[in-house]
Structure formats: C-alpha cells, structure tokens
C-alpha cells in the first residue's frame, strides 16, 4: 500500500525550529484532509493539527501559535512549521491522509528537542 513519506525531523535544542514535509502520491493527497500526529514515549497518538483541501486548519492547543500546518496541492505535499520548539515537543511525528477508503499512515520522522 502506497503511505506518505515524512522528512525534516531531527534534534534541535530548545527554542529552535524545524520543518517537516510529507509527500504523497496524488491518489492519497488528492482533495483529502491531511494531519500530523504525534507520539511520546508511553503515550498515545495524538493530533498536533489538521488541514482540508480547501486551507482550513486546526490545531492541538499544546501548539498553537507555534506550528503551522500548509499543504501545497500543486506538489501534493503537506508541512509542519515548528518554531519556538520545547522539550515536550519531543515525539515521534506521523503525516495521516483521511481517505475515503480509511486513514493512510507515514513511517514517521523523529524529533527531539534538547533543553
């Protein structure tokens, strides 16, 4: 099965910022809402923020006003600016597409955020 493809983790100290980017084949992206999650050790999976094909966005309020979620239709990909970024940040972040055939999962990329 076809899964987006995260890119741009890694470690930064505290304060500092990252991209990640999530490409996808056209049938996954496609007019679909797409999301990023995350997951710390020993806890459960949770949504960091969310975007629809048409731009509209939400966000965890763990990170609001610190991330920014865009998607670029044209190169079917999605991205995560973070900026401002604190220890608890720390997680293993996962790109999802919510196709109508169900929810498609990235492999995941890694970021740590040292204080």
């Known amino acids: 099965q076809e899964q987006p493809v995260e890119s741009g983790g890694g470690l930064v100290q505290a304060g500092g910022s990252l991209r990640l980017s999530c490409a996808a084949s056209?049938?996954?992206?496609?007019?679909?809402?797409m999301g990023w999650y995350r997951q710390a050790p020993g806890k459960q999976r949770e949504l960091v923020a969310a975007?629809?094909?048409?731009?509209?966005?939400n966000y965890a309020d763990s990170v609001k006003g610190r991330f920014t979620i865009s998607r670029d239709n044209r190169k079917n990909t999605v991205y995560l600016q973070m900026n401002s970024l604190k220890p608890e940040d720390t997680a293993v972040y996962y790109c999802?597409?919510?196709?109508?055939?169900?929810?498609?999962w990235g492999q995941g990329t890694q970021v740590t955020v040292s204080s």
């Open positions: 999802n597409a919510k196709t109508a055939y169900g929810s498609i």
């Open positions: 056209g049938s996954i992206f496609s007019m679909n809402p």
């Open positions: 975007i629809t094909s048409g731009g509209s966005t």
